[in-house]
């Protein structure tokens, strides 16, 4: 079955168009890993502070559940 016609599960879905991957594949290194750093600002600035504690223990090691 094609992702698209699978039932949809808790949480979010994203497509990317063949269109977008052609257009990510013609940025530079440097525009691609930019491009990174932004979503993983963006993604940094809108995590509610439950979220943001439970990065913070796995970006140390730590089990987020304790």
């Known amino acids: 079955m094609s992702a698209e016609r699978r039932p949809q599960k808790a949480g979010f879905r994203y497509f990317v168009s ?3 991957l052609a ?3 013609r940025l530079t290194l440097l525009q691609r890993l930019e491009w990174v750093e932004a979503a993983r600002e963006f993604t940094w600035l809108a995590q509610t ?3 943001h504690a439970r990065h913070e223990r796995l970006r140390q090691g730590k089990f987020i559940d304790q």
């Open 23 to 25: 257009a990510f594949g």
């Open 18 to 20: 063949d269109e977008q």
């Open 49 to 51: 502070p439950e979220t």
